[in-house]
């Protein structure tokens, strides 16, 4: 009987169609790279809660166009700055 309950509840869940596409990684060219050792001391403007460690560092790399995009540290760490570099890049939010 749970079986049965299951698989209803998958199938109700089921949507026909394609799959949603992946997120598109725009190259950007990166003006600085920034860090903070606790994600609490982030400024609005650039924390994504989505991509946001719940402890550790936190690292951003921000393109001249003013768009911000959380890395890894090992990305972090081989980026340099005026690199074109693809990534998820999101709008800065206004400050204030």
Do not use: F, K
Not at 49 to 58: D, I
Not at 75 to 85: F, L, S
Request: proline share 10%; net charge neutral; hydrophobic share 45%.
């Amino acid at each position: 009987m749970n079986a049965v309950l299951a698989l209803g509840g998958v199938l109700g869940c089921y949507v026909s169609g394609p799959a949603p596409e992946p997120a598109r990684q725009m190259e950007e060219t990166v003006a600085t790279r920034l860090a903070w050792i606790d994600p609490r001391d982030v400024p609005r403007q650039y924390l994504h809660l989505m991509s946001a460690p719940l402890a550790g560092p936190y690292y951003i790399l921000v393109s001249v166009s003013g768009h911000y995009c959380v890395v890894p540290a090992t990305v972090y760490v081989v980026v340099q700055e005026n690199q074109g570099w693809p990534c998820n890049w999101r709008l800065a939010r206004p400050v204030g």
